[in-house]
Each structure stands twice: as C-alpha cells, then as structure tokens.
C-alpha cells in the first residue's frame, strides 16, 4: 500500500531544473532506495519532502493525504537524517533523546521506556557519555534512535553511510534492515551495493527525473544482457573464434578472461562453439548481474 506518492514533481532553480517531472512511490513498511549520481537530484527531492524548499509543480500524497505546500502537519510524521548528524558535543546521548521526547510531548514513563527500547534495539552504549567522545558509527546510532524516538511513519534518510569505516557500514545497514519492521525508509544514497543488500524497491534518478523504479530483482533482470565468464589460457585464440559470431553481442577482455554477452540467442550456441575448439577452458559460468550494472545500462539507454 502506498505512503508516499509524488506525482510530475518540477523544482527550478533560476533557470536550472532540478527536478523533472519527478515520479516515486514509497510503500508502506518498506526500504525504498533512492538511487542517483550526485547531482541527480536526490537531495532536492528529500529538501522538498522536508518543506527545507519549495516546488513549483506536482503533488505529494501523504497516507492518502494530498499535501498543500504549507501542510506543516506532515513533518509530525516524518523524521529526517542526515548524511553528517551534528549533536551538542557537551550533551550526553540520553539528554539528545530526552529533549526529543520533551519535543513530542512524551511524559517521563514513555520517555524511559522509549530510550531502553531504542538502547536494545539500535546498540546505544555510552548514553550516558558526552556525545563528544562518540565514534562516528555511534554518532549515526543516536542520530538513527532520535529519528525513531519521534515514531515516525517514515524516516528519509540522505547519504547515512557516507562517513562509515566498511565494518561500522555492515552494521548501521544490518540496523536499518530492522527498522523498516515498523516503519517505512527512504534511503538516498549513490552507493548502489547498499540499495541491492537492504532496499525492497529503488528509484533511479538522474537529472532529476525517475529512469526506472520498481522491486530490486526486477529492476535489475530486465536491464542487463546475459553474460558468461570465460575462463582460458588462451583468451586471444577464444576471442578471435567468437569474434565473428552473429549471436554475440560484445566481447570484452578482462585481465585473465573474457566476458561475452550473448544477444537473445540461448548459452547452448556458446557451449557448442566453446566445445568445438581444441584450447584448453578451465570455466564457463553466468555473470550474476547487480544493481550497478543495472544502473549504467539504464543511465546509458537514457543519455540525454
């Protein structure tokens, strides 16, 4: 079901648009990424979700709700985070937390229940430490539980990884994959292994306009050609047999083996070809295509 919708979103800037007729669906207790190249547009969509910046054109539907560009009412509940949170240093973890409860009017009771919910469930330590002497990783942790201490519908999140070690990375993402458990993520970000490990849908976004959006799987299957990893001592002997092949679409020549994309053609032309020579092949396998190939096949259909 539906939480977000925008519809023919349009956002100038002078004479610069931004945004492009902007399409994006958010479903309801999902991981939406929001994929793009900085500079696609990406962080005008969530300055103009935050009513940071105004539109000039489109809808935006909320739970069913179309908002009016001064429908305030909405950010009760949406929480937004972004890519470098920045806390008061001289604070403690627990005083950030219970300013934000103060904020959403919570009494003493949800305030305590809420902040050793979001200490198990996020990894919270050190919450009574100045925020000061926090890591960057346990930087984001917190910036992640006062997002969630607001209880919101929705949390947008804009590049939250950006500043992550790969091990505080793993973790942070192993977080959010919980989160979406109760409530709906849309997860901006340029690192496209992130959207293919967590996201349920993704958007592809480049100037400013949405190129392909839908479930990971099928974003990815139908953009890619099929690919086959060829294994041999003799790439150049291989490459030149196949070079005049009708049903091959490219050959490329990586380091130790050859990459061959097929046109619609079926593997067993290549089996047979690759059979019918006399040079030693040690593997044939599928190239299991990702999300980034995906991501340039698109870009490159969608050259302007």
Known sequence: MPLLTIRGLNKYYGNF?????????????????????NGAGKT??????????????????????????????????VAYMPDVPSFPPYLKGREILELTAEFC????????EKIHELKDSIGLLRLNQKVGTYSRGMVQRLALAN??????????MDEPTSALDPIGRRAFLTIIKSVAKETS??????????????????????????LKEGPVSQVIAPAIDTTYIIDTLHLERIKDMLTDQTWIKAIAQKEKH???????????????????????????????????????????????
């Open 185 to 210: 993520v849309l997860y901006s970000t340029h690192i496209l292994s992130e959207a293919e490990a967590i996201c349920d849908r993704v958007g592809l976004i480049e100037q400013g306009r949405m």
């Open 44 to 77: 005008t969509t969530l300055n103009v979700l935050m009513q940071l910046s105004f539109y000039e054109s489109g809808t935006i539907t909320f739970d069913g709700k179309t908002l009016n560009k001064d429908d305030y009412t909405f950010k009760k509940m």
């Open 147 to 156: 997002a969630l201490m607001q209880e919101p519908r929705l949390i947008i």
């Open 105 to 112: 009017g919570y009494d003493s009771k949800k305030t305590l």
């Open 17 to 37: 648009k931004a945004l492009d007729e902007l399409e994006l669906t958010v479903n309801a207790n999902e991981i939406y990424g929001f994929i793009g190249k």
């Open 258 to 304: 050859l990459e061959v994309t097929l046109t619609d053609a079926t593997p067993a032309k290549l089996f047979s070809a690759l059979a019918s020579v006399d040079e030693k092949i040690t593997a044939v396998y599928e190239k299991v295509p990702s999300l980034e190939d995906a991501f340039v096949e698109v870009l490159n259909e969608n050259t302007l």
